[in-house]
Structure formats: C-alpha cells, structure tokens
C-alpha cells in the first residue's frame, strides 16, 4: 500500500469519472429537492412526467445513483479514478450503515416476509452486520461506495417497482399512526438521495482526507438548506394566510388634519384589523388594536422591571461578589427559574402578585411583572457571560489610572459588554412576546376586548399614598398570543368579516410581525454600540 | 537640599528598617548591597517586604530605596517576581484575592501599606504601564482623557455645559501635552477620533504611556513596556522612557540586559525564589556585580 502513497498537488483525476461523480451530485440534489415538494404535497406523487409518475420518476433516478456510485468506487479500486482513499470508511460509517441495514433487514423480514419476532431479529442483526462490514473492511474507496450503492439501488428498486407508491398504506401493529405512501416515498428518496450524494462528492474527491471534507461539505450545506427552507416555509405560510386578513378593507387616501385653524394634508392610512377593536357597537372590521397594544405594554413593563434588574444582578456577580460559591449558587438558581415552565409563572402571579398588586383583579400590571420574572434570568445569564467576557486588562488599566470600580463599570466594562447583553434582551421579548401561558391566569380581561389600554393617559395624582395610580395598569386587557389561543378555542370571532381562521392567521401575521419589529429594535441598537466599540 | 538633610533621609529610613525587621538572617542577606548610596532624595522607600499568593511566597524580605527623578530597572528571570514587586508599589496586589503582602512601602516617606490609604490618590501619584498595550476599546481622545475626566479634572459633558463648567480648551491642551510627552502626537494628531484599537501595537503601548501621563503621577511603573513591539517601536520607548525620567520617577521591568544597562541609572537584580540578590548603580551591576549569582545571570549562566 505505502507504495501507492504518492500525493500529487494539482489532482489529475480523469475527466469522465469527475463528469459522472457531479452527475450523479447533480441528480442526488434533484430528487432531494424534488422529495421535499413532494412531502409537501406541491407536486402529487402520480403526476405524469415523461410518461411516468413522479414516485416512478424518482426511483428511476435513484437507482441510476445507486448503480453510479457503486461503479464509481468500483473504478477507483481499479485505479480508473484517481483516489487516495485511507484503510478504511472509518468507524462511524460503520455503525451508521449497520443500523441502516438493521432497520432494512428488520422491516423488510417482518413486514414484507412476515418473519416473527426471531425471524426480523435475525434478518435485521444479519444484514445490519453485512452492512457494517461492508463498510469498516474494504478500503475506503469501496466501503464508502458499495453499502450506499446497495442501500440506494434497493430503495430506488422498491420504488420504481412500486412496491411502495401513492396508495401504499402501512399501520403498524400496537401503533395507532398510518403510515401512507404520499409521506413514506417522499422521506426514503430524500434519505436515500442524501447517502448517494455524499458517496458520490466523496469519490469526486477522492476520498481521503478530502474526500471527507466534501462529503461532509454536502450534508452541512444541505441542513442549512433544509434549516432555511424550515424557515421560509413557515414565515411564507403565515405570511400568505394573514396578509389577507390584515388587509381587508385597507386603503389609502389623503386626509388631513387640523391644527391651529390649519389643514394639513396628511396621508391617511386605514388598515381596519389593525385599528379597530375587537367587538363594538359600531366596529363592522373587527381588528385586534387592544391586543397589539397590549402585547407592547406587556413587553414594555416587562423590560423596564427586568433588564435593570438583571443587569445589576450581573454586575455583582461578575464584579463585587468575592464569594465562587455564592455566584454558583445564584447561577444554578438562575438556570432553574429560566427552565422553570412557563405556566408557574402565570400561577405564581395568580396566587401571589393579583392580591397584593390589583386586589386580585386580572391586570397589565399583573403580566409585566409575570413577564418580567421570566425575562429576568435570561437577562442576568446573557449579561453575566458578557460582562465577564470583557478583558481583565481593562479593568486593570482603569485602577491603574486611579478610577474606582464603579467608575471603571459604567465607563468601560458596561459600553464593552453591551452588544452582549442586548443580543440576551433580545432573545428574551422574541421569547415573552410570545408566551400565552403565563398570561392566561393574570392578564385577559375579556376574550373580545372592546377597548383599547390606555396607560399613558390613566396616571392619576394625589397627595394620599399611594400618591400615583393607573387604572389602565390595574386592569386586564388582550395580548396578540392570547388572542390568538382565546379566538380559536373560543370558536368563533364577533362580526361577519372574518372566520375564526381567518382572523387567527391575521393575529399570527400581526404577531409575527411585532416581534420581527422588536427584533429590528434590538439589533439596531446592538450595531450602535458595536460601531462605538470599534469605530466611534 | 543639603547634604546633611540627605544624610538624616537615609538616617531615617535606616532606623525604619532596623525597626520593622523580623529576623536577624534577613537582614544579613541583605548585607551586599544595602550600602548602595545614591545622590538624590528617596522617593519610593521598600522593607522587608513579602508578598504571598495564597501559601506560595514570592517575595522574601525585599528592600530597597529607589531615588526620585531617575530609571530604575528591575531584572531578573521569570517568575522570581518582579511584576509581583512593582504591583506592590501602587498596591494592585490588592486585586488578586489570595495575595498576601506584609513589610512596608513609603512614597515620599508615607506608608502605603496602613489603614485608610486612599488607593485612587495613590494610583493618581504611582501610575502604571502594562507588559501588553491595553487601550480602551474607545477613541485616542476619551483614552487619554479618561482618568482626568474620572477624577474631575476635566469635563466636557452635557451637565458641565449646560451649567457652564466645561473646559474643554483644557482638555486639548491636556490631550496635546501627553501625547507629545509620550512622542505620539505627530502620528495621531489628525485622527484623535478613531478608534485606538485601529493603532499599531507600538503606538497602542505609547498611547498607554500617554494615557498614564494625563493624570499627572509622580511615578511611573512599567511592566516589560517593550516586550510585545520591535526593534523601532522599542527604541522608541527606550528614548522616552530616558526622558521621562527629566520629570517623574521610573521603575522598569524588563528582560533585555541590554536595555536595562542602556536605560537606567540603577538596576535591582531578583533572582528565583524571590529575593532581591543585588541593588546598585547599572554601570556596576553590570561591570562589577558583587554576588556570583548575578554575575552568572548577567553574563548567562544562569537564568
Ligand atoms: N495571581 C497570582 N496567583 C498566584 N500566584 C501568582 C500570581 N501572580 C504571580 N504568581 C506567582 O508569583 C511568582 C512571581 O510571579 P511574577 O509574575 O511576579 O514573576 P515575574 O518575575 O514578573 O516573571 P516574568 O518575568 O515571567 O513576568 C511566580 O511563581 C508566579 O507563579
Ligand atoms: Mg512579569
């Protein structure tokens, strides 16, 4: 072997086979991409292309994939493609391949020859064991080639035979789920497509160390692919499903307003689901406004009570407090309230907060505080890691100059950690904006709020304790989330514009979109401290 | 001031010593060199110090009178504390948590080590360079000006506008004074706004030099200032530091013989374990060292 072991700088791999390695990559992608649309359902498994269903299609095409890879590992033994492939595929392809060829050899003995218990387990360990051999003993270029060659090939086969299609129904004994062919054809060829790709990038580079790479190149683009097309999905669903809601009746027209004796011209929007109320007298648009300024009060109340809080937490901890054991105690404390389940929250604010705060009235007031409780750990975890990832170096120049510790806090360590602890306030009204749970006990007044808070407005002075307060923060209200959970379990919505989904999709778009803006808040702000910290 | 006055300064902080030593080996460990006399008043006064962290000491009994308005270099090989040592000037020992330092420290004959010591007046009188160059991740301007923006020396904010205390004219002049002390303000007088992190690592070290400046100290400690910069940048250093040396007291740090025997008028020679072996003018240290152990460091033997 070690005369073989001749490393060449510029690959000079013999064209055909580097043509049909990207071929077969080529095709891999296709049915990759294909499979998900069909998992879908956007492309129906029987529709005709080139005279053939889509399912046949795609068997077709992964048996070609499998026979191309095994006849690409077969002509770099025989030394046809350029390779420099090591002892073996490795250890993990082993064990991979082996419990592929377990599932196979399991499913296939019971369901298709109906092997009992014995006979699967036998049939499973049997071909689990061939699979893994195949795979760790031959050198690499052929234990890396032949079980995804095999493994495609019979996937590819089952399929074009259509022993598995469209109408193929499958429920498992002792489970109560169907397994239907429209999902089960889809998943194997997205599976079966993968293992071929990344046999075939392998071979086109021959193995080896770069082999590896590309192999793994392949699979780590296609998840963030695959994560990106998650997200796609979902935004674009919400998206086309609410936008229709939230623009029903929208217009806009000049209007004006007057000030002093004045008109001035102003361009007048109207975007009815976003301004209305919920249920009125005379609302013919039910909108959902109370909710959405709920959910900003809430967020609002939250971060005001939580991240001052959280972040003089922080600073003791990394800063004064002398005593590890102290910090470790108020971490793992930390940790425990942030994994704490959200509707504790609500209980505790029911049965702790409601009768000191608002006479055990359901309250705004009540639900920043139940939101701020759960911002809180977020906000001292993140702020703690950013502050104690500032330099000592800094801290030690600023008491070298003579400044005092809390000098040197706010001037120096604070303006440095600051991106890091915004990223975690962030993180944390992305997550409590969206929290339903801790809400339901403490905050709903009504499931159709006919009215929107009005907590600016509501301060009201005296010279008596308490000397100051809100009726809008005493009482309840509606927040984007709940309204949403409320209007779908409730089953219907005031009005006759929209149905109780179209009015739910609508929230979800608004929802959505609140939370994006925060976003865009935080991250603005983010920038502005990094550009200070590096430009200025 | 006379020569008498002189007399009785050394005197005083003879008898200082005899006072606070602990045991009589110590001292005659000492013996080699504490007949170094220098022409000049005292301006930083150690005895017997010891310094531990935690149940480690690094420090054993160290003490030396270091003159006004001259370099001062500590050498030695690494680990035989000599960073400990200069920490203990401006007492940044203290922010080491198991740190331990007992003996005494006299600046200007007041003890620094006692009971309501006011460690930002200290720091403000002993300031400190960094073996690596540590701007603040702000600009040229708020670096220099931070320490006297700190004590309130200077102020420029909105409040001291609004109500008619800002000097920022001073702040200028201040700004311009230290930059050029520290030879800085030819390169960086047209982009006082950038960043400081965007300078070289030898412009950085001269900005932590220009910074140290800007509080006005009396003394100036430098942790190996040259160690991270080349052969230009530190040259550059080595001239500024042999000016500085005009106005404040220095005390330097540094692993490069050659600098050390260029730069100062006295060295102090650690060796490991943490004692100070010899104390002198550079010029016999380095040409007529009293201990065998120093002359083998010296001439690399030992090390
Ligand atoms: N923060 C600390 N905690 C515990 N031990 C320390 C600490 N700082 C220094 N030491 C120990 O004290 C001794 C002296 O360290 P010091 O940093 O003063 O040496 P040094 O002479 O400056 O060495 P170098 O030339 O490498 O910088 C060393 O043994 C070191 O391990
Ligand atoms: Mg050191």
Not at chain 1, 165 to 192: E, K
Not at chain 1, 413 to 421: C, F
Not at chain 2, 9 to 38: C, D, H, I, K, P
Request: charge should be negative.
């Amino acid at each position: 072997m070690s005369t073989e072991r001749q490393t060449q700088l510029v690959s000079t791999q013999s064209s055909i086979g580097s043509r049909a390695t990207v071929a077969i990559i080529g095709l891999g992608l296709v049915v990759f991409a294909v499979s998900w649309l069909a998992l879908f359902q956007w492309i129906g498994g029987e529709t005709d292309v080139l005279g053939v269903g889509l399912f046949r299609l795609l068997g077709v095409c992964l048996l070609f994939i499998g026979v191309g890879t095994g006849a690409c590992g077969f002509a770099a033994r025989s030394g046809r493609i350029a390779a420099t492939p090591r002892r073996s595929a490795g250890l993990l392809t082993g064990v991979l391949f082996g419990l592929l060829g377990f599932l196979v050899g399991g499913l296939s003995g019971a369901q298709t020859f109906g092997l009992g218990t014995a006979g699967w387990l036998v049939s499973a360990a049997g071909i689990g064991t061939a699979a893994a051999t195949a795979a760790v003993f031959p050198r690499e270029e052929l234990g890396s080639t032949i079980p995804p060659s095999v493994f495609v090939t019979f996937v590819g086969a089952v399929i074009t035979a259509g022993i598995i299609d469209a109408g193929w129904t499958w429920t498992p004994v002792d489970l109560s789920v169907t397994l239907i062919g429209p999902v089960v054809v889809p998943l194997l060829t997205i599976v079966a497509s993968l293992i071929g790709v990344w046999s075939a990038a392998k071979a086109h580079s021959g193995f080896g160390a770069r082999g590896r790479q590309s192999g793994a190149f392949l699979l780590i683009s296609l998840s963030i692919l695959g994560m990106l097309s998650v997200l796609v999905l979902l935004v674009g669903f919400i998206v086309v499903r609410g936008l229709d809601t939230v623009l029903t009746d929208a217009g806009v027209g000049i209007g004006s307003i007057t000030v002093l004796n004045i008109q001035i011209p102003w361009v007048d929007v109207q975007i009815p689901f976003l301004m209305n109320v919920t249920q009125g007298l005379f609302v013919d648009v039910n909108g959902i406004l109370p909710a959405i300024v709920g959910t900003l009060w809430l967020v609002i109340g939250a971060v005001v009570f939580a991240v001052p809080l959280g972040i003089g937490a922080a600073i003791f901890l990394t800063e004064y407090s002398e005593s590890e054991r102290f910090t470790q105690l108020v971490e793992i404390a930390t940790n425990g309230l942030w994994s704490t389940p959200s509707i504790v929250f609500g209980l505790f604010g029911l049965t702790f907060l409601l009768p000191r705060i608002s006479n055990n009235h359901r309250s705004l007031l009540g639900g920043q505080l139940v939101l701020g409780f759960m911002l809180l750990p977020l906000v001292v975890i993140t702020s703690y890691e950013a502050i104690k990832a500032v330099p000592d170096e800094f801290r030690d120049a600023s008491a070298a100059l003579g400044v005092t510790r809390w000098q040197t806090i706010r001037s120096v360590v604070l303006p440095a950690a600051m991106p890091g602890i915004i990223t975690g306030i962030i993180l944390g009204v992305g997550r409590i904006a969206g929290e339903t749970a801790p809400l339901l006990f403490v905050f709903p007044r009504s499931t159709f709020p006919s009215s929107v808070p009005n907590v600016l407005g509501s301060f009201e002075f005296s010279l008596a304790p308490p000397f100051v307060t809100n009726e809008a923060l005493l009482s309840g209200g509606s927040a984007l989330p709940y309204q949403l959970y409320a209007s779908i379990t409730s089953g219907h919505v005031p009005g006759q514009t929209f149905t109780v989904e179209q009015f739910g999709w609508g929230t979800a778009f608004v929802l959505l979109i609140v939370v994006l803006a925060l976003y865009g808040i935080g991250i603005t702000t983010r920038l502005y401290f990094q550009r200070k910290l590096q430009h200025e | 001031m006379s020569d008498i006055d002189m007399k009785q300064t050394r005197a005083e902080s003879n008898e200082q010593r005899t006072t606070t030593t602990v045991g009589e080996t110590e001292e005659e460990l000492q013996s080699e060199w504490s007949a170094y006399e220098f022409d000049g008043q005292t301006k930083i006064s150690v005895s017997d110090l010891d310094v531990y962290y935690g149940s480690d000491q690094a420090l054993r009994g160290v003490s030396m009178d270091i003159p006004e308005k001259s370099v001062t270099a500590l050498i030695g090989p690494s680990g035989c504390g000599k960073s400990t040592f200069l920490r203990c000037l401006n007492r940044m020992n203290d922010r080491v948590s198991s740190a331990r330092v007992e003996g005494s420290v006299t600046l200007d004959g007041e003890e620094i080590y006692q009971d309501g010591v006011n460690l930002v007046e200290l720091r403000k009188r002993v300031g400190m360079v960094f073996q690596a160059p540590n701007p603040f991740p702000k600009s040229i301007r708020d670096n220099i000006a931070y320490g006297p923006r700190k004590h309130g020396d200077i102020d420029t904010g909105l409040l001291a506008r609004l109500l008619g205390d800002a000097n920022p004219e001073e702040e200028e002049d201040l700004i311009q004074r230290s930059l050029r002390q520290a030879a800085l303000w030819e390169e960086v007088s047209d982009r006082l706004d950038d960043n400081a992190l965007g300078l070289s690592g030898g412009q950085q070290q001269r900005l932590c030099i220009a910074r140290c400046l800007a509080v006005d100290p009396e003394i100036i400690l430098m942790d190996e200032p040259a160690s991270a910069l080349d052969p230009i940048a530190t040259s550059k250093i080595e001239d500024l530091i042999e000016s500085l040396a005009q106005e404040y007291t220095v005390v330097v740090v540094t692993h490069n013989m050659q600098q050390a025997a260029r730069i100062s008028d006295q060295t102090a020679v650690f060796l490991t374990g943490g004692e100070l072996v010899e104390y002198d003018d550079t010029d016999t240290i380095f040409e007529d060292p009293n201990s065998q152990r120093v002359e083998d460091y010296i001439t690399g033997k030992f090390g």
